[in-house]
């Protein structure tokens, strides 16, 4: 929560990509709170830089943070699709990046990205309705090619098991991902707070 006020100390650094915080201050002109955390945006990147001429989905654009942390170590011949619900957003985040052709901001729905795929790297930054990128339905088979990374954000550290959301229920469906037997999956936590599950498909 509040991400986007997590860059203020960064601003006069090489820690954060130029690119990600013109993006913040697009989600600061916007009131949109929700940019993606600095240290997960760095996973990001650290992932994104090992797609070597392939294809990054993402669901939910914000404005393009994360997008741009993933632009600053993907090769130049890789391709990103974004999507993002909001028609501002969208739009916002689809004029920083026009004068990048390898990068595709889409408005609609989570699951019109499935159309896009598979990639080598998904990351599912946004609820999806019933349907290929829901979270109790997304078959990695389909979505992910071999050895295609599938990342989920913005869930609570795990320090026992079976893993608890932040309330303390039974985190059901982190339990299915780590469980899958189509990933190696693990979870990373990033900062406090903040954990980021990561499956690789199996090859």
Not at 35 to 56: F, K, N, Q
Not at 127 to 147: E, F, H, M, R, Y
Not at 154 to 182: C, Q, Y
């Amino acid at each position: 929560m509040n991400g986007t006020n997590l860059y203020g100390p960064f601003s006069d650094t090489a820690v954060v990509p130029p690119l990600a915080l013109e993006a913040v201050e697009v989600a600061k002109r916007l009131d949109f709170p929700l940019c993606v955390h600095p240290a997960t945006g760095r996973l990001l990147a650290a992932i994104a830089g090992g797609v070597v001429d392939g294809l990054i989905g993402e669901t939910g654009t914000g404005t393009g943070v994360g997008v741009a942390w993933m632009l600053s170590t993907a090769s130049p011949e890789t391709q990103i699709v974004s999507i993002e619900l909001d028609e501002r957003r969208a739009q916002a985040a689809a004029d920083l990046f026009v004068r990048y052709p390898q990068v595709t901001i889409l408005q609609g729905d989570s699951n019109d990205i499935a159309e896009h795929g598979p990639f080598d790297l998904l990351v599912l930054d946004a609820p999806a309705a019933d349907g290929p990128i829901a979270w109790k339905s997304l078959d990695p088979l389909v979505q992910l090619k071999p050895n295609g990374v599938l990342v989920k954000d913005d869930i609570w550290p795990m320090n026992s098991w079976p893993p608890r959301a932040f309330d303390g229920s039974v985190d059901v469906s982190r339990t299915h991902w780590l469980e899958h037997p189509a990933l190696f999956a693990t979870e990373i936590p990033v900062a406090e707070g903040y954990g980021v599950l990561v499956g690789r498909r199996r090859p």
